[in-house]
């Protein structure tokens, strides 16, 4: 993975009720492109949109911290999604995604049910679907106009101002022919939330010179976590935060305390 060398601030997110913010920031040259979920429902044609407020460099830093809102359960009760939620006639309907892209950094970060899969080792095919989705991210802030969420029909087509299912395709469609659907079942089982970078390799440039040339392979792909969104609470876990379960550790720790207890009585009654 491409080793960031910047120090990065990992914030919280601020996402209250109808709050709002200057704007979706989806051209930065740096890491600083922020992340958006959308929830669409093919029965509604309708989208829901929301500026997460967490950006790109602050989830590579940091990705439990960055996004430690999700990690507690994100309550979404904003006038936008109220107005969704209440057309939602059946849950299998309804699909939601959440994406960033870093154009510049040929990389991006979003859900998935499986993991990226690279398509070819010795391209970086990750540059197009970084720019597919920053490219989404500017349709989605013009629909926001300057708020924090949005709702909007499928038509009109165009302008496009975030509108998921405007190709009429899935969202995968967004991705500049991206293997990977980023789409997730909502209220439906946990859905991975992957990032997808590159490296560098000294590779021959088919004219014998040897140079630096960004490579993508299955070793540049990272689970961060997953994502679970039932009724109104989207909730993010880190990768390994459950491999030990409290129930589980709390059991062991009694198991040894009891252990130790018997070993004392032992000694006390040989003594």
């Avoid at 709050?19 to 044609?45: K, P």
């Avoid at 929301?50 to 830093?61: C, K, M, S």
């Avoid at 510049?104 to 398509?119: H, R």
């Avoid at 095919?125 to 969420?149: K, Q, R, W």
């Amino acid at each position: 993975m491409k080793k960031f060398t910047k120090t990065m601030l990992a914030t919280a997110l601020l996402v209250g009720a109808g709050a709002a913010n200057a704007t979706l920031v989806s051209t930065s040259t740096g890491t600083g492109n922020e992340m958006f979920l959308s929830v669409y429902d093919s029965v509604q044609a309708k989208t829901y949109n929301l500026d997460l407020n967490v950006t790109y460099g602050q989830i590579i830093a940091n990705p439990s911290t960055a996004l430690s809102a999700l990690t507690s359960g994100l309550t979404l009760s904003d006038s936008s999604w109220t107005s969704f939620a209440a057309g939602i006639t059946s849950n299998a309907n309804v699909n939601y995604m959440l994406a960033v892209g870093d154009a510049a950094d040929k990389s991006f970060i979003s859900t998935g049910n499986t993991a990226i899969t690279p398509l070819f080792d010795q391209t970086v095919t990750v540059d197009p679907a970084a720019i597919a989705i920053s490219n989404h991210a500017s349709e989605i802030n013009t629909g926001l106009a300057g708020g924090n969420s949005s709702l909007i029909n499928d038509l009109p087509a165009t302008p496009f101002i975030g509108q998921l299912n405007h190709t009429g395709n899935p969202a995968s469609a967004l991705w500049g022919g991206w293997s990977q659907n980023p789409l997730a079942a909502y209220g439906g089982p946990a859905t991975g939330l992957w990032l997808a970078g590159f490296h560098l390799t000294p590779l021959d440039d088919g004219l014998g010179n040897i140079v630096d040339t960004p490579v993508f392979t299955a070793s540049d792909v990272t689970k961060l976590g997953s994502l679970t969104f039932t009724g109104n609470t989207l909730t993010f876990t880190a990768a390994g935060q459950t491999a030990v379960p409290l129930p589980a550790a709390v059991w062991m720790f009694g198991a040894g305390l009891m252990g130790i207890l018997r070993a004392n009585r032992r000694k006390s009654i040989a003594a």
